[in-house]
C-alpha cells in the first residue's frame, strides 16, 4: 500500500484586466458567446471560446433543451465545433466564462466533469497540453497550463 499526492498548479488572477492580451482577447470572446447561449431553464449562460494553431477562434455556449439531458454544455459544443471545422487543428488555449440572470457569478466556473472528459481526448490526440482559463462573469479567472491538470486518473484508449 502507498499514498500518493496528486498535484496541479494554477495561476489565480483577480479579475480579466490582469491577463495577457491574447488570454484577455480570447475571455472576451467566450464572454460574447456566453451572450448567445440558449438557456431559458438554467438561466446559467456559458461561453467557451477556443484559441487553434492557425489563429482561428472557435466559440460554443450551452444549448438547452425542454427535455434537459438533450441540452449541451458550452464547452462540448465549442470543442465539437473545432473538431467539425479545422479537424486536426491544434488547440492553444481554451477560456470559458459564466453568468446567470438570477444571481451574479463571481467565483470561477470550471468546467464540468463529462465536459473534462471530453476536452482530454482531445488534449491527449494532440500530444500537447493546452491551456484552460475559467471564470464567471465578473472576478478571479483560473489558468492552468493543461486540460489533464483538471482530470487526474482520467480515462482514455489507452484502456481499451
Ligand atoms: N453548463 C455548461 O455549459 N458548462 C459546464 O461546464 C457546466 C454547466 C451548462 C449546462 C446547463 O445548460 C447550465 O450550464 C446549467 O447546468
Redesign the pocket.
Known sequence: MKEIKITASATIYNDITELSGEDNLLMQKAIEARQNAY?PY?K?N?GAALLLENSQIVLGN?Q?NAAYPS?M???RVAIWNAGATFPGVKIIKLAISASSTISKVDKPVG??GA?RQTLSEFEINQKVPFEVLFMGEVGEIVKTKSLLDLLPFSFDSSYL
Do not use: D, L, Q, R
Request: glycine letters at 8%; one cysteine or more; charged letters at 15%.
Open positions: 438557456a438554467s446559467f456559458v450551452n438547452e441540452g454544455c458550452a464547452e468546467p464540468c465536459c
